[in-house]
């Protein structure tokens, strides 16, 4: 017996071996793992305790794909945005539209395709607080104080919901304590960029009630000058706060309040020219086909030039949004029921000079002002049994109102009559109001045959109804008057079947399904039809996850395929009606896409001073079928095609090692790198193949050393080290120089903190 034993013990290390040459095939660098914390006896890893599944479970035991960036990572890295903790996660990336709060987000190449100003905001990933949906109002909330950020790939229907076609992102906040105690943040960087961040916890009633308040502010020159006389550039501006109270009137209630606002104003949308004009434009402009063909304008192009402009009129580009949740969980013993409601307004507001250039050919007032209800109850068994279960019903309703002019100059002439000058005319023109109202019923229960082997099956019921009411105008002409209404509805299930091995060793197969509303235009348009159709993907993935060497080291390993139905796709381009510009803008249903990979995490303590983490991930995605897309005004057959937003290899590799100095006081050096393969990322680059739509592959270094006490801590770093020059994506109203892109910029800074 104890011979057997020990050939099962063998084989199950030579699997595991086997395991991590897979991972090693992946990269030749260990891929990321969650945040460890050394043991005292052992130099092991502990736990992370993640909510993927709404109830509290230790990471290595949830069969999900996921990434968890903890509260000490979130310090450690400098994570101030949503580009931060991506660095972190396999196969996940994100586009920038010229400011903080604009970004667009893909898992697995699974991303909204859809215009990011529509009325009622889409996404392909949902977006939760707290469990309350913020999706509507931002896709880069504030980092101060929070405890834990997940991000779940793949659909997340169950729990998640509505837009969770390709997976999640679940932020945890740090919870009113029963004791006082607080931090205060100072930041120094590049670009005399100030920050200054902070919370304070007071209890109010010893043991039942507790406020805990956080904030940020930060202001910034920016990276980008405006070399005109008006002056001014990507200045910024951002400020945030959050306050919560938690009573607990007994040990089985606890009832949490949360108001968090939040504001975002730059003097320009932060990209520079590259000298691409697309071909409405250059025909308007030059007089030439689409190409390498704007001015210079004093300025020159990317990547000559990364760190100027030369606009002519100002500009305000921002966001402001804020939000009031309260949640109340109640725990029965057997069950606790957990009930969440949240309100949040936002506003998007572009002001300004759009064509990019000294000359004035045109200028834009564009507010976009949202909202958003919703709320949740779920009833959910405790502890583990032969079945756990949770069954659940959510409700809400989101709105919003678009009043958006682009502007003539004073120098538009060749689209006015005689030749006179244009200044002040309306070219396009869009006034709207949408709302969407949704109900969902969900339920999922796990069957726990033996300690080893489980079963989960879970479904969600959904029910959508949208409308809109839209004026859209051309040259001051009304071109379509639209009141649509359409309602959709949808069932979507979620299987896994789980098998821990042994004790730290879980393996998982999962099939589930994503599902994302459809919709009605907001123009009228002979190019388009009047609805769209949802789209649905259904998501098959075979994982692992262990630990070896007493918890030293941590692997985990999943493989997908994602099969995509009906992806909705914006239809966005101008053209010349003799002198005239007119505007098509709009969604269409491509026929069907897939994205399948391979993605990998690895953590290792090597030492009791010295950590090694890294992440990596493949994925193809790709048009399996789209004969006939529409781009730039062109019908393409685009099948075969790469998704937009959907690089091939994202790679990453993090070290930290630490050294005590001398009683309480520790000295520590970090270095961060990832890399991201060529992306395309615009739908232009399917018609304009040698042009800025595609984005170039990048690497990124970063370091850090500080020193550290249990109260005060001292960090010195450099941001993009070798200050390699890269964008994310392009983006293009009507800019005289060509579309603009982001450019990457090295930051060098200082960061103390004190705790009290």
Not at 406 to 412: A, P
Request: hydrophobic share 35%; proline share 4%; with cysteine.
């Amino acid at each position: 017996m104890m011979g057997a034993n020990k050939q099962g013990r063998t084989a199950q290390f030579f699997g595991k071996a086997a395991l991590i040459a897979i991972a090693a095939g992946i990269s030749a660098t260990p891929a990321f793992a969650q945040e460890e914390a050394a043991a005292a006896d052992t130099g092991a890893a502990d736990d992370i305790v993640v909510t993927a599944q709404r109830r509290s479970e230790s990471i290595q035991n949830v069969p999900i794909s996921i990434t968890a960036v903890t509260a000490d990572t979130l310090k450690k890295q400098n994570v101030q945005s949503v580009e931060d903790y991506f660095a972190l996660t396999p196969n996940v990336s994100f586009q920038s539209n010229g400011s903080r709060d604009r970004k667009d987000l893909a898992i697995r190449g699974i991303s909204n395709q859809l215009n990011p100003y529509a009325d009622v905001r889409q996404a392909t990933s949902a977006l939760y607080i707290d469990d309350f949906n913020v999706s509507a109002a931002t896709s880069n909330p504030q980092i101060v104080d929070l405890e834990r950020i997940e991000i779940l790939r793949g659909p997340q229907g169950t729990y998640f919901g509505r837009n969770s076609v390709g997976g999640a992102i679940n932020v945890s906040t740090k919870k009113p304590v029963n004791e006082f105690e607080g931090e205060i943040e100072l930041d120094y960087s590049s670009f005399d960029t100030k920050r200054i961040q902070g919370t304070v916890n007071v209890p109010v009633i010893d043991g039942i009630l507790a406020l805990r308040a956080s904030g940020q502010y930060e202001k910034s020159d920016g990276n980008i000058e405006n070399i005109n006389p008006i002056g001014g550039g990507n200045d910024s501006k951002f400020y945030t706060g959050r306050i919560q109270a938690r009573f607990t009137p007994t040990d089985a209630i606890t009832w949490d309040f949360l108001y968090n606002y939040s504001k975002e104003t730059l003097g320009m949308r932060a990209g520079v020219p590259t000298g691409f004009v697309t071909r409405t434009w250059a025909g308007a402009y030059y007089g030439q086909p689409a190409g390498y063909v704007g001015d210079p304008d004093g300025v020159g192009f990317f990547p000559e030039n990364d760190d100027q402009v030369n606009f002519n009129r100002p500009q305000s580009v921002g966001t402001k949004y804020d939000y009031l949740t309260s949640r109340l969980q109640w725990d029965f013993d057997i069950a606790t029921l957990t009930a969440v409601v949240g309100h949040l307004e936002s506003d998007v507001f572009n002001y300004g000079d759009v064509d990019g250039g000294s000359r004035d050919f045109f200028y834009e007032d564009l507010k976009l002002t949202r909202k958003s209800t919703s709320g949740e109850v779920r009833l959910q068994s405790n502890g583990k049994n032969f079945l756990d279960w949770s069954i659940g019903t959510a409700y809400g309703k989101d709105s919003g109102v678009t009043n958006q002019s682009t502007f003539n100059g004073t120098e538009i002439t060749f689209a006015c009559p005689g030749g006179v000058s244009c200044n002040g005319l309306e070219v396009t023109g869009l006034d709207s109001k949408s709302s969407t109202r949704y109900f969902a019923l969900f339920g999922q229960g796990t069957l726990n045959f033996t300690d080893q082997l489980s079963f989960t099956a879970g479904v969600r019921y959904s029910w959508e109804k949208t409308s809109n009411l839209a004026e859209t105008r051309s040259s001051e002409v009304v071109t379509g008057v639209n009141d649509r209404s359409a309602a959709f509805e949808d069932v979507s299930p979620k299987f896994t079947l789980s098998y821990k091995a042994d004790t730290n060793w879980l393996l998982f197969a999962t099939a589930s399904r994503g599902f994302k509303s459809g919709g009605t235009q907001t123009s009228t348009s002979a190019f388009l039809q009047n609805e769209f159709d949802p789209e649905t993907l259904w998501n098959y993935e075979l994982g692992t996850k262990f630990d070896l060497f007493d918890r030293r080291v941590r692997i985990d390993i999943t493989g997908f395929y994602m099969d995509w139905k009906d992806v909705q796709q914006t239809i966005n381009f101008q053209f010349n009606d003799n002198g005239q510009f007119r505007s098509v803008s709009g969604i269409a249903n491509a026929a069907a896409a897939e994205s399948y990979g391979i993605e990998g995490s690895f953590d290792a303590k090597i030492t009791p001073e010295w950590t090694l983490s890294g992440q990596a991930g493949y994925n193809k995605s790709k048009f399996k079928d789209y004969p006939n897309a529409l781009i730039n005004g062109t019908v393409l057959d685009i099948s075969g095609r790469p998704l937009v937003n959907a690089p091939k290899w994202t790679l990453g590799a993090q070290t930290q090692y630490t050294q005590p100095i001398m009683d309480n006081l520790e000295g520590f050096g970090r270095l961060e790198w990832n890399y991201r393969s060529r992306t395309l990322s615009h739908p232009f680059g399917y018609l304009y193949a040698d042009s800025p739509f595609w984005a170039p592959s990048y690497n990124n270094v970063n370091v850090r050393l500080g020193v550290e006490t249990e109260k005060y801590n001292v960090t010195f770093y450099v941001e993009n080290l070798f200050k390699e020059k890269y964008y994310a994506n392009a983006y293009e109203k009507a800019f005289y120089s060509g579309v603009q892109v982001e450019p990457s910029y090295r930051r060098i800074g200082v960061n103390a903190g004190y705790k009290f």
